[in-house]
């Protein structure tokens, strides 16, 4: 009896040992495969975070099957269910991380497993392999305690951000300063280019300077929103941008400048097919938003027609987040060159060397110069991978585009597809254009 008992023990033992000898075994390769991905990708920020969430999974697997503790899988299936859901977008990641939902299924498949056949067999865990186990806590916590001190430094600074980009000074966050700007309300006429050409009435917001006079001429930026926002989203709906503009005009960090937040979205058009009005807005922007805002307020535009904003381009800019970023590329550095010289992408892209060569390195376009094209993305960002691609894309085949003297691509530590993202891309904007 006591050596079938002793068989039995054994036998439980050994089930255990292949649930979490197996588990252990294909999320360490999943690691592994993770590392040589991100590698590859080419981006060092993304490189570092995601090799060392791979190192802590790997440290954690390791010691969930030395010390026979399946329930370890379980944090390793938590942490990438998280990493699954700010990495990716079903309609624009496709693969590229789809991995992390893999590793979400079989941690959480092996640790509730082998946790339950170890409750429902009463059989005891394994001693614990600590090394793994406190190597994975010291690396995890190593990592956050050192974003943690980078951030509040950045923070709490009194200049500009510091290259390692972690957060927006907060003299430029605090209160709004006594000579702030004002928003105003601009409503416009237009058409839906995109389908049936009918007119409809949008607007717009516009971001006025402190001191705004008729007599001086200013620079002008239009600034776009993302998928599901709308025309408020920049400056009404997350004012600290506002507040950030004015503080960081008062403190005379950039010149006075007038700021547009318009809209892709046309009443009900292409609900199905978003993506059209990103190419289609192009037509909004020059036959009527342009002609609306110019003409009444003072820009470098001598006139509000084809000549003006031509001869004015240099002092004019666009950028937009997420799905604005793609009309960024789609209708105004692909089609309005002639009137823009200043361009940011703030998580979106979806643009190839192709269009590219259609389009900017064709007719006039191509003697053009092209002031600055500043990218920004989080490291935790689902439009990330894209970014990086077409952004190399693009450098290896135009150039008039170098990297580090008229373009940039930063990417944010421990950020993602949000405005915490997008208000620290915009800080490094402004101070980058005109």
């Keep these: ?14 089930a255990v040992d292949w649930i979490c000898r197996i588990t252990s075994g294909i999320l360490i390769l999943f690691a592994c495969i993770d590392i040589v991905r991100f590698a590859m990708l080419g981006d060092k920020t993304a490189f570092i975070t995601f090799g060392v969430i791979a190192v802590v999974f790997i440290l954690l697997a390791v010691a969930a099957w030395k010390s026979r503790m399946p329930f370890l899988y379980l944090v390793i299936g938590a942490a990438a269910f998280v990493l699954y859901f700010n990495t990716n977008f079903s309609t624009s990641t496709y693969y590229f991380n789809w991995m992390f939902l893999v590793e979400c299924i079989v941690a959480a498949v092996g640790g509730i497993l082998g946790t ?39 923070h709490n600074a009194d200049g500009q951000a510091r290259d390692e980009l972690w957060a927006v000074p907060e003299k430029y966050d605090g209160a709004e300063p006594e000579q702030a700007g004002t928003v105003e309300e601009v409503v416009y006429e237009t058409k839906a280019y995109a389908t049936d050409e009918r007119t409809v009435t949008k607007t717009a917001y516009v971001y006025l300077p402190y001191g705004y006079s008729e007599e001086r001429e200013y620079n002008i930026l239009y600034l776009m929103h993302g998928t599901g926002d709308d025309e408020k989203y920049w400056l009404k709906t997350n004012p600290y941008n506002k507040t950030m503009l004015d503080n960081l005009i008062a403190s005379g960090d950039i010149q006075p400048l007038i700021v547009v937040t318009p809209t892709f979205y046309v009443e009900d058009d292409c609900v199905e097919d978003l993506d059209q009005l990103t190419y289609f807005f192009a037509k909004e922007l020059r036959n009527d938003l342009m002609p609306e805002i110019e003409s009444s307020y003072s820009t470098y535009a001598k006139s509000a027609d084809d000549v003006g904003f031509s001869e004015s381009r240099d002092h004019r800019a666009f950028a937009g987040l997420s799905r604005g970023a793609v009309t960024m590329y789609h209708s105004v550095l692909c089609q309005s060159l002639d009137y823009f010289s200043w361009f940011g992408a703030f998580s979106g892209s979806r643009t190839d060397a192709q269009a590219f060569e259609d389009t900017i390195q064709a007719g006039d376009f191509a003697d053009l110069p092209i002031h600055y094209l500043y990218v920004a993305s989080g490291n935790f960002d689902f439009a990330l991978p894209g970014q990086v691609q077409d952004y190399q894309a693009l450098l290896d085949i135009e150039p008039r585009l170098r990297s580090g003297v008229n373009t940039t691509f930063d990417v944010f530590p421990m950020r993602y597809h949000s405005m915490g993202n997008w208000h620290l891309a915009l800080y490094n904007y402004l101070q980058k254009i005109f």
């Design 1 to 14: 009896m006591k050596i079938c008992d002793e068989k039995q023990r054994k036998f439980e033992k050994d």
């Design 116 to 154: 339950g056949y170890m409750v429902w067999k009463k059989t005891p865990v394994g001693k614990a392999a600590v090394f793994p186990l406190l190597a994975a806590v010291l690396i995890a916590a190593g990592a956050l305690g050192f974003w943690k001190m980078r951030y509040e430094a950045a």
